[in-house]
């Protein structure tokens, strides 16, 4: 039940529309808040901890239900995505990119994310949306730091 609960982010993972975009615009509040209050350190603390509940909860989750990678499974995508605002200034137009960018690669399963995606269990299932949120933010802080955003 715990583990239901903390894979589906209460039950986010079972929207009818973009289970996985949900979470990710969930997830974006609350990045700002930790950014606000302990800036970047503080916000990849919350990023892999999360990840670290998402890998126990989504291997639970998906034992229990007999599926690889369940698509109600969306803690992930919060830990993603928080993982991607972690390197991006806080400001609108950060955010607002690195959650366009990690969806696009949460969602294309680009090289190297689709190799992660192929680890087994709840690693796999979270580590393709921390390599997405990784390469996201990434992207976005070289951006910021040329001053095109």
Known sequence: MIAAHTATVFGIGRSPVAPGTVASIVALPLAWIVMKAGGPVALLSVALV???????????????????????????EVAGQLLACAFVPQSLAGFALAFVLFRLFDISKLWPISAAERLRGGLGIVADDLVAGLIAGLIVAVFASTGFI
């Open 50 to 76: 999360t990840a670290a509940l998402g890998m126990w909860a989504c291997d639970v989750y998906a034992k229990d239900n007999g599926a690889r990678d369940p698509s109600e499974c969306v803690i992930d």
